[in-house]
């Protein structure tokens, strides 16, 4: 069996075609984001990107998320370095209303799409992805500008909208520890959108803060099946955050 | 001008309707304040969007800070026994399936039928909807913490939001930093007024008709 074990972020990253869309994990603190596999990205240069994401590198720059406030790296580094087409996400806009984040800049200048997803609904969006479905009708969004668009049906006497899966090309994961298969467990909050996109993608890659021996991990306590994963790479002691 | 209540007073009124037990999500802002402010002995189960379940208050002792350990708000929390972990499509479920008692949101606009108006508005031409619109129609109650008008005096309880909605009739309950105003079929009922205001001075600054409850009060602190 071919191993999934890779030993560099930007050998993990270097299939990535221009035009790909991809998944990034994390709810958008420093201890769920897939930095280094961001950082790769950045590197390796792939353009026209569509980003399926929480929050549109909105808390990076400012440590919103991390110990003490320290600045970490986040999708926005990816929209300064205009690689960044269109994202679909629930959190677009900087939270600190007086500092506007590249992507908000991007966006109200006419440069980047976005695509407005709240973010229970893009939860399930990606699991539906993950799961084979076409997709699910849910209350979130009647009477919004969501719903602009979307098939409504009235199902036990509430008004729905349709909405349909998503998947991707590339799932970007954080995860704490992993097996040679690919088994994942999580740490804390680290669960978040990442135990959900790593089953949407064609490619899920996952960078791990400890890679140990297949048998090491408890079945128990499994969280992400490796059949979902098709890399993995442990971060170096010296970046891990 | 007469006294207004500040923000953390506001979280103080608003930690008053958590009842023993009550599983609660806060919004971000003075939503987040109530969570100091849980009436003596009842037990509260806190939920973040971000997948915990049972945790307790930010820790006292910075060394005890833990990056795995923060709310969808970037603050840390204490780790209490009983605490699960989960991700955001099971989190999602916990909202939408109407298994979160109680949410406290912050509002920029609040309608006469309880609609919802707090992740933009127009001129900013960008917004944060967040989880905020699963939280609006999945919670059992719904209750917003905000002042009563805006910076600039405009009005935010309105006959019709103008601001792009986050839900339509979902709010149950108004605390500002003057009243307390319970959302009905029949109308907005002014509950409490804040110390020193009248029931008249409230509808002054309130732009559809208020329904006096027959037992109105000052807020009880």
């Known amino acids: 069996m071919r191993s999934k074990v890779f030993n560099t972020f930007l050998e993990a990253v270097a299939d990535i075609p221009d035009g790909a869309t991809i998944m990034i994990g994390g709810f958008g603190h420093a201890i ?54 269109k994202a679909i996400c629930s959190v677009p806009a900087s939270l600190v ?39 699910f009708f849910t209350p979130t969004g009647v009477g919004t500008l ?64 400890q890679i140990v021996k297949t048998g090491e991990l408890d079945p128990e306590v499994i969280v992400t099946p490796g059949i979902f994963l098709n890399r993995i790479i442990e971060i170096p002691k010296e970046r891990n955050q | ?67 795995y350990f923060m709310g969808a708000n970037g603050v840390p929390f204490t780790p209490l026994p009983g605490m699960c972990l989960f991700h955001h499509a099971d989190s999602f479920a916990m909202i939408r399936g109407g298994h979160i008692d109680i949410t406290v949101l912050g509002a920029l606009q609040v309608s006469e039928k309880g609609d919802l108006a707090n992740w ?40 019709e939001c103008n601001y792009p909605l986050t839900a339509s009739q979902c709010v149950d309950l108004i605390v500002t930093d003057i009243a307390v105003i319970q959302v009905t079929r029949e109308g907005l009922v002014l509950k409490e007024v804040g110390p020193g205001w009248t029931d008249k001075e409230v509808q002054a600054l309130t732009e559809p008709e208020l329904i006096i409850s027959g037992d109105l009060k000052e807020i009880e602190l």
């Open chain 1, 32 to 85: 769920d984001k897939p930095q280094n596999l961001i950082r790769a990205l950045k590197e390796h240069g792939a353009k026209n990107l569509t980003i399926i994401v929480n929050g549109a590198g909105v808390t990076g720059k400012l440590g919103i998320g991390s110990l003490g406030g320290k600045p970490f790296i986040d999708e926005e580094i990816l929209l300064e370095n205009r690689q960044i087409k």
């Open chain 1, 97 to 135: 209303m007086s500092k506007p984040s590249t992507f908000e800049r991007q966006y109200l200048a006419g440069e980047v799409e976005l695509e407005y997803v709240p973010q229970g609904t893009l939860a399930e969006r990606i699991r539906a992805g993950g799961a084979g479905l076409g997709g």
């Open chain 1, 146 to 209: 969501i719903e602009k668009g979307k098939e409504k049906r009235i199902i036990d006497g509430k008004e729905m909208l349709l909405e349909f899966a998503l998947r991707a090309d590339y799932s970007f994961i954080k995860a704490y520890r992993a097996d040679t298969m690919g088994n994942l467990t999580y740490c804390g909050i680290m669960r978040s959108f990442n135990a959900v996109m790593a089953t949407a993608a064609n490619v899920s890659i996952a960078e791990v803060e």
């Open chain 2, 1 to 67: 001008m007469k006294p207004r209540l500040d923000r953390q007073t506001i979280a103080l009124r608003v930690a008053k309707e958590f009842y023993d037990g009550a599983v609660v999500n806060l919004g971000g802002g003075i939503p987040t304040l109530a969570a100091n402010f849980v009436p003596e002995g009842r037990t509260v189960i806190f939920h973040t969007e971000n997948g915990a379940l049972g945790f307790g208050g930010v820790p006292s002792n910075e060394k005890d800070e833990n990056p």
């Open chain 2, 120 to 159: 933009t508005f127009p001129e900013r031409g960008i917004g944060n909807i967040g989880g905020a619109m699963d939280l609006a129609i999945g919670c059992n109650r719904v209750i917003v913490a905000m002042e009563h008008t805006t910076p600039k005096g405009q009005l935010k309880i309105l006959k």
